[in-house]
């Protein structure tokens, strides 16, 4: 008889109906190149053209090989060139592959490579020796540039297949070309990383909050995350193992680095307290994220608030918290940090401010003070509101740090999954003294015009905000997933 038990009824920590070893995430893209010429070309026309055209393609190799990781087996011209790359293709856990033509190549060729992996991303990239033609251009510079004629006509076989893929244009040394190429394998990535995340869930939605009510498969099907939900007895169980010399190890270094207002060390313990049994769980679940309900619900039933702890993890930056039960905008916090390398900010729409057409997005107390731009800005108050725990609680205070921002979230409106994008600067601006965690980001649009579009398209009442503007690679992502976007 196995004694293998599910997470649920087992006190060890192999489980079987959770993954024991998680895999490791490769912090780079990886992607293959699929260099192709016509070995028909290389009798016909003048003994250099074939040496120029294979310079041509390291040209793009050289490129490509800046911040990817890059699988290029060799220069594909035959049917057996082809085989040959294909299966090192198949055999190397690529994010996408990218496919260039240093000459017209019929497709027989390149199918013969891309149907070596049929689940693969596809990048063309059309390209060509410079962004003019010359009037000295001869038959064979033509050829050299014929790249055009072969990707126009894959792109129509592609089609026909109803195989999906994205383009890029630009000649062999546009670097913006490039970095549209290594923009998209990013996102690409991110998709196929939040296929093996797994968020485990403590607590549900609060009550009334139907906009973040969303079906588990249907966040699988569309947006790749695996949900658990986990009991709040689980999480209690840790919590009641933590020491007193855990949780003051874990509150001494912020009562060092923070100023304190209106609560007590006390205080700030019971919470780190909280926040080293949400790790624990993690850890012993081998989960990947967390989402939790406070309020009425691990509030009640450990007397502190949450949000300590929540920050607590995210600031040491290997796993991301969520609360209110919102699996959507947890999914979103993963990608938007993927891609900018940046702590992202689960927030709500505030108010705004028309002497600064600003929005004030106010958060939940859940953030790494790593996004305050520095600790002097950073306070440790009493808790805002009060959710069925005595004493003060604690919280933490602060301003979002100045710079470029982005502004994003998801819905499953009646259309299906749609995204709401946005972005514009995070401004310089005191600290209000709300025992909450906000944000002050000034708007490209005016800010009433903004307020009425978003209410109109329908979105979430929160919204997860991040240092940087990556409103093209968040464009791409809803393209790739195949759904709607809004950007404002």
Wanted: net charge negative; aromatic share 8%.
């Amino acid at each position: 008889m196995s004694d293998i038990l599910s997470f649920e009824a087992s006190s060890g920590d192999v489980f079987g109906d959770l993954v024991s070893r998680r895999p490791a995430r490769r912090e780079r893209p990886k992607i293959g190149l699929l260099a192709l010429g016509y070995f028909e070309y290389w009798r016909m026309f003048s003994p250099e053209f074939k040496t120029q055209v294979l310079g041509d393609l390291q040209t793009v190799a050289d490129h490509l090989s800046k911040g990817m990781d890059l699988v290029f087996p060799c220069v594909v011209d035959t049917m057996d060139t082809a085989e040959q790359a294909g299966q090192a293709f198949a055999a190397a856990d690529l994010d996408a592959l990218v496919v260039v033509e240093g000459t017209y190549t019929p497709d027989y060729m390149s199918l013969q490579a891309i149907d070596a992996v049929p689940n693969v991303p596809l990048i063309l990239f059309t390209t060509q020796l410079a962004e003019d033609i010359t009037p000295n251009d001869d038959y064979e510079m033509v050829m050299r540039n014929s790249a055009l004629i072969g990707t126009s006509q894959l792109s129509g076989s592609l089609n026909k297949m109803d195989r999906e893929y994205e383009v890029v244009v630009g000649s062999l040394e546009d670097e913006p070309a490039y970095e549209e190429i290594r923009m998209l394998a990013k996102v690409h990535k991110a998709v196929r990383d939040l296929r093996s995340l797994t968020i485990g869930v403590v607590g549900h939605v609060f009550r009334g909050m139907y906009d973040l009510e969303n079906d588990k498969t249907k966040i699988k099907g569309a947006l790749g995350p695996n949900i658990v939900y986990v009991e709040l007895s689980h999480l209690v169980r840790e919590w009641q193992k933590v020491t007193d010399q855990e949780t003051t190890a874990a509150s001494e270094d912020w009562l060092k680095r923070f100023t304190l207002r209106g609560t007590t060390a006390g205080e700030l313990q019971r919470s780190c307290r909280l926040g080293v049994a949400m790790q624990r769980l993690i850890d012993r679940l081998r989960l990947d994220a967390l989402c939790f309900l406070g309020q009425h619900y691990i509030e009640k039933e450990t007397g502190v608030p949450a949000r300590i702890g929540a920050s607590m993890m995210l600031e040491r930056g290997k796993h991301l918290v969520a609360s209110e039960g919102d699996l959507a905008g947890l999914t979103m916090m993963h990608a938007m940090e993927w891609l900018t390398g940046n702590s992202p900010l689960q927030a709500e729409w505030g108010q705004y401010d028309a002497a600064h057409n600003a929005l004030f997005l106010v958060g939940h107390g859940v953030a790494s003070p790593a996004i305050a731009g520095g600790d002097a800005g950073v306070s440790i108050t009493s808790a805002p509101e009060e959710w069925g725990f005595t004493g003060h609680g604690a919280n933490l205070e602060f301003i979002l740090a100045p710079g470029a921002v982005t502004i994003a979230h998801l819905l499953n409106g009646k259309d299906g999954w749609q995204m709401i994008i946005g972005g514009g600067e995070s401004l310089p601006y005191p600290t209000l003294p709300c025992n909450e965690i906000h944000a002050l980001v000034q708007i490209e649009r005016p800010v009433k015009e903004f307020l009425v579009e978003l209410q109109r398209y329908g979105v979430a009442h929160h919204c997860i905000v991040v240092h940087g503007d990556i409103r093209r690679e968040l464009q791409a992502l809803a393209r790739i997933w195949g759904i709607r976007s809004l950007t404002l």
